[in-house]
């Protein structure tokens, strides 16, 4: 039982049921990487990695993974139709939570010019997102936007709730 108890499972941190943060006008959240720490819009487009400036990169001194870490990626969504793209697998804490492995990628376009990067809401290492918007109507709309997560061995849904309304839920604000 003496060993059940050490194990690195037992000593991991429990994962919140609810992650609230406030839009104002965006949501935005600290993030620590590799010791150092960013400062990151939460993005309702994006799920599956963390997205960097290349200077926020080069800042928290990434490495691309070898071979495959570094490409040239061509569309329509980089300006002048493509980007230099590296990328490697990290440990990532979002504000006090947890910290999670997922993808980090730096680009050497700017992907936002107020911060140093974009994160999906469903990549908070949290059961809910929840996020508020104080300059909204009282009452508001919410909208719940689920998924199924693949690392889950139950298949329990996780989901990022948006609330476009002034209230909080839990009663804590977080930055």
């Known amino acids: 039982m003496a060993l059940l108890a050490a194990s690195p499972a037992a000593a991991r941190q429990a994962i919140p049921p609810?992650?609230?943060l406030t839009a104002d006008p965006v949501p935005v959240v600290p993030v620590y990487i590799k010791k150092s720490t960013l400062t990151v819009q939460v993005s309702l487009l994006l799920n599956g990695a963390l997205v960097l400036n290349q200077p926020a990169g080069e800042r928290a001194r990434l490495k691309?993974?070898?071979i495959i870490g570094k490409q040239r990626v061509k569309g329509n969504i980089f300006p002048g139709g493509s980007a230099l793209v590296?990328?490697?697998r990290y440990d990532v804490?979002?504000?006090d939570l947890p910290k999670d492995g997922m993808y980090a990628l730096w680009i050497d376009k700017t992907?936002?010019?107020e911060t140093d990067g974009l994160i999906g809401a469903m990549d908070v290492n949290a059961a809910r997102v929840v996020i508020v918007r104080p300059q909204a109507p009282k009452g508001g709309q919410t909208f719940t936007l689920a998924f199924k997560s693949k690392d889950d061995?139950?298949?329990k849904s996780c989901s990022a709730?948006?609330?476009w309304t002034s209230s909080?839920?839990?009663g804590r604000r977080r930055p």
């Open 111 to 113: 992907i936002s010019a």
């Open 18 to 20: 609810v992650y609230e």
């Open 86 to 88: 590296r990328g490697n």
């Open 161 to 163: 709730i948006c609330m």
């Open 93 to 95: 804490a979002v504000g």
């Open 64 to 66: 691309a993974f070898p």
């Open 153 to 155: 061995p139950v298949g």
């Open 168 to 170: 909080s839920t839990s």
